[in-house]
């Protein structure tokens, strides 16, 4: 059973339980009221005829003409045993109402009682005995237009109840369909989603009722789905070109040492030629391992906490960065710009490894003697370390791509000695510690690289080397 059906059955139903309590009442307090009336009429009555020298003394002649035209029907019982009764249908039987009718006290009138006279129907009666005690008399009234009134009120009330229900049922039927339109609506979009159509939305009708609220939270969490499954397939393209880059990263080298390693198991190469093969041989294999390296040290930044965060001095270690790079190339001017402390929240081996890349970076894609500088700033939350170059630069396309992994730049997948994890592993670093890496370069001009990181606060998805 629909939504729909539902509502409207249960709409009729309560409509109809309310018009049948409302009616039963009504009809119940119109009897009352009816009843009371009658019970009027009948005390008034009595006290009147209770004075009437008829009833004390009166033949049957002059009782019908005192009582006559109405509906008043009366049995008066004489001290002898006689009856006189006048009035009434013609079902009703002599002393009938006299025997049925409650006993007449000996002063004033009994209160009014029912009475089943058989086939006359029912009668409301009252008794009273006669000021001499000479006669006891019962006065009448037939409950027949009583019943004919309510009958014909629940009558009218049943009538009028169905016409109310059949035109309550068309009106419901035509405000719960158009009130359960919004969600027939998302019902469809749903159903196209599911279907492939990503794009979908529900329209919004208004945001102030219920079914626009239900609206705009179903296209929310449609957007957010739409977006997860988009960032899913970028994971996953992301996922294929990394595992294509790492394979053929590595596979250059590992062919090289299994061809050097071939070569000298078969003798090709002489003896005063073997330690070069066997030296090129190591070579490859310790540029396999540095790749394979950075390849966990990539991996566990993307899933482990890193277990040592703690109070790091940025400056010291730019300091200690530059001095290593001096140390290896002492010919290369290179410039420290940093206060004299600049403390954040961090793993310190992490950041020392990101100067040392860029560092590293700078003395591989720059010529001999190029002059580097390196900028320890502290601003408001953060702290930003730079380091800059005045060699070639890179170009635009190449600048949008430094930070992918394996990516070293048009032509120089096979012919640098670099992995392409270097910037890579920078920007793991940043992002682990709550940060960002970004590059600005021109061409002819040189290269910056800017790495932001929080000043104080708790890590975020630290990971360690």
């Known amino acids: ?33 009816l009843v009371g009336r009658v019970d009027d009429q009948l005390r ?18 002059e009782l019908r003409t005192a009582v006559a035209p109405t509906e008043y029907v009366v049995e008066i019982r004489r001290e002898n045993g006689t009856i006189s009764g006048v009035g009434g249908p013609p079902e009703l039987a002599p002393g009938v109402l006299g025997e049925r009718a409650p006993p007449a006290p000996a002063t004033g009138v009994s209160a009014p009682a029912g009475v089943d006279a058989g086939p006359a129907g029912r009668f409301r009666v009252v008794s009273f005995t006669a000021p001499n005690g000479r006669a006891t008399a019962v006065i009448g009234l ?35 369909r158009r009130g359960l339109r919004p969600l027939e609506t998302i019902t469809e979009t749903a159903g196209a989603i599911a279907g492939g159509d990503l794009d979908r939305r529900v329209p919004v009708s208004s ?61 090709v190469v002489t003896l005063a030629d073997r330690p070069d093969a066997v030296r090129r041989a190591d070579d490859e294999a310790a540029r396999m391992s540095k790749i394979v390296d950075g390849l966990l040290y990539l991996a566990r930044l993307d ?49 020392r490894q990101v100067l040392a890349n860029l560092l590293g970076n700078a003395r591989a894609h720059t010529p001999p003697g190029t002059p580097v500088t390196v900028r320890v700033l502290a601003e408001t939350g953060a702290a930003v370390v730079e380091v800059s170059d005045r060699g070639a630069g890179m170009p635009p396309e190449s600048a949008a791509r430094a930070f992918d992994r394996f990516y070293r730049g048009a032509g120089a997948r096979g012919g640098s000695s670099g992995s392409g994890l270097g910037l890579p592993i920078v920007a793991a ?37």
Not at 8 to 16: E, K, P
Not at 50 to 59: D, I, K, L, W, Y
Not at 319 to 328: E, G, K, Q, T, Y
């Open 142 to 176: 037939p409950l027949r237009p009583v019943g004919e009134t309510v009958r014909r009120l629940l009558l009218i009330e049943a009538l009028a109840g169905l016409a109310v229900l059949a035109l309550l049922a068309g009106a419901a039927r035509l405000l719960i």
């Open 44 to 61: 008034a009555a009595a006290l009147v005829a209770r004075q009437n020298a008829v009833v004390r003394n009166g033949s049957r002649d």
């Open 429 to 465: 670093i940043a992002r682990s510690h709550g940060g960002s890496a970004g590059l600005e370069s021109t061409p002819g001009e040189g290269t910056t690289v800017r790495v932001r990181l929080p000043s104080r606060g708790p890590l975020n998805d630290l990971s360690s080397s």
């Open 303 to 351: 899933q482990e906490p890193m277990p040592r965060p703690g109070p790091v001095d940025l400056a010291a270690i730019a300091a200690d960065a530059v001095a290593d790079a001096l140390a290896v190339e002492p010919e290369r001017p290179i410039t420290l710009r940093a206060p004299e402390s600049c403390e954040i929240t961090g793993d310190e081996d992490a950041l």
């Open 207 to 267: 945001p102030r009722t219920e079914a626009g609220r239900l609206s705009i939270a179903v296209n929310g969490m449609l957007a957010r789905i739409q977006a997860a499954i988009e960032a899913r397939a970028r994971s996953e393209e992301r996922l294929r070109e990394f595992v294509a880059d790492a394979s053929h990263e590595l596979r250059t080298p590992l062919t090289s040492v299994r061809g050097y390693l071939q070569m000298l198991r078969h003798g």
């Open 1 to 33: 059973m629909t939504l729909r059906t539902r509502l409207l059955i249960a709409l009729v139903a309560l409509t109809a339980g309310a018009l049948v309590i409302t009616g039963a009442a009504s009809t119940l307090a119109l009897r009352s009221y």
